[in-house]
């Protein structure tokens, strides 16, 4: 079960890649004088966040692929960090990198939903 657990990480790990921006000269920081007026600059604006949100994202996948592999190795791959009890295959085959068992994830999301909200006074 490990070894196709693994191959699937793996292939989801080289799975990755950067983004391609189809704008050569973009970067992290558009320029009002690159653009010819502000709908423009407005556009290029959003299309660096939708890069940086899909980078940041794809750069926290990468973690937990990552995570997961090294759990492999060191033995503990499978183990729920909260109750100390094996994840189920079906939820690992699911979510490779889940970390917790199905009750303890459970558990988390419905204390999360409970949670008084904070309000700034």
């Known amino acids: 079960m490990q070894g196709t657990l693994r191959q699937q990480l793996l292939n989801a790990l080289h799975g990755l890649t950067p983004p391609v921006c189809p704008d ?10 690159a653009c010819a007026d502000e709908n423009e600059y407005a556009s290029r604006v959003v ?4 890069q940086l949100a ?11 692929i990552e995570e997961a592999l090294a759990r492999m190795d060191t033995g ?3 183990v729920c960090e909260e109750c100390g009890d094996d994840i189920g295959p079906a939820r690992l ?3 490779p990198t889940a970390r ?6 459970s558990d988390r999301e419905s204390d999360r939903k409970n ?7």
Do not use: I, S, W
């Not at 050569?24 to 004088?33: I, K, N, Q, V, Y």
């Not at 917790?100 to 994830?105: A, D, E, G, R, T």
């Open 24 to 33: 050569a000269e973009m970067d992290d920081t558009p320029r009002l004088d």
């Open 47 to 50: 299309e660096v966040g939708m």
């Open 54 to 64: 899909l980078r940041r994202r794809m750069e926290a996948r990468r973690k937990e």
């Open 76 to 78: 503990v791959y499978g």
């Open 93 to 95: 085959f699911a979510n």
């Open 100 to 105: 917790l068992c199905v009750h303890c994830q």
């Open 115 to 121: 949670a008084p909200y904070l309000r700034c006074a």
